[in-house]
């Protein structure tokens, strides 16, 4: 399998684009695609490398071709992780209510402030930030996190619209060691089961 790098969205589709309009046999989908299709499509490559550009920026590649993330304090990942959750939940009138209007979102977002409000500086990685995320403040957390999943967003394995989906893979990968090397086997298995 080839790692999927968020951050190269725009290329990806553009050289998908490419193969997809010079294929002599394409597969009968592929024709009925529209143009204007095709812009959406583009749009919303766009968007999703937008949207999770907090979190793509924390990756690293090391000399070996592994997709690693950086350390950052605790209050870097929150900050990074609510700007992620905005961005792929908000609706077209810009209206949030989805991810913060009911009391699991209110937990969610208390779970965010607290960390970010703290004035240590205790660094982790990806991997670690979202294992901190799943278990953070016992049932508070897994209400927080239970209220992610509901949202179409998991912090384990992508399940949702393309974009959250798409946010998740970074999320998930953190975590799963796709981005490091925590808990992959664990984890890939937890992911299939869903």
């Known amino acids: 399998l080839a790692v999927l790098d968020l951050a190269e969205m725009e290329t990806l589709f553009a050289g998908g684009i490419e193969t997809h309009l010079t294929d002599r046999h394409k597969p009968q989908w592929r024709i009925s ?9 583009r749009e919303l490559a766009n968007r999703v490398t937008v949207a999770v550009e907090p979190l793509v920026s924390s990756l690293v590649r090391s000399r070996d071709g592994h997709i690693l993330s950086q350390k950052l304090t605790l209050s870097d990942w929150a900050g990074r992780t609510g700007r992620v959750l905005e961005a792929v939940t908000v609706d077209e009138r810009g ?3 989805g991810l913060w209007g009911n009391a699991a979102g209110e937990a969610l977002a208390r779970l965010l402030a607290e ?4 004035d240590g500086q205790i660094e982790a990685d990806g991997a670690q930030w ?11 957390g897994g209400e927080a996190a239970g209220h992610a999943a509901s949202a179409g967003l ?9 974009a959250e ?5 970074v999320i998930g ?8 090397r925590a808990r992959r086997q664990e984890q890939s298995r937890s992911c299939r089961a869903r």
């Open 33 to 41: 695609i529209s143009p204007e299709e095709i812009e959406l499509a």
């Open 115 to 118: 960390v970010l409000e703290t």
């Open 165 to 169: 989906a798409s946010t998740l893979m």
């Open 130 to 140: 979202a294992d901190i995320l799943d278990g953070a403040g016992g049932r508070r």
């Open 173 to 180: 990968g953190l975590n799963e060691g796709s981005f490091g």
């Open 154 to 162: 998991h912090l384990r394995c992508a399940g949702g619209p393309t």
């Open 95 to 97: 209206d949030l209510a």
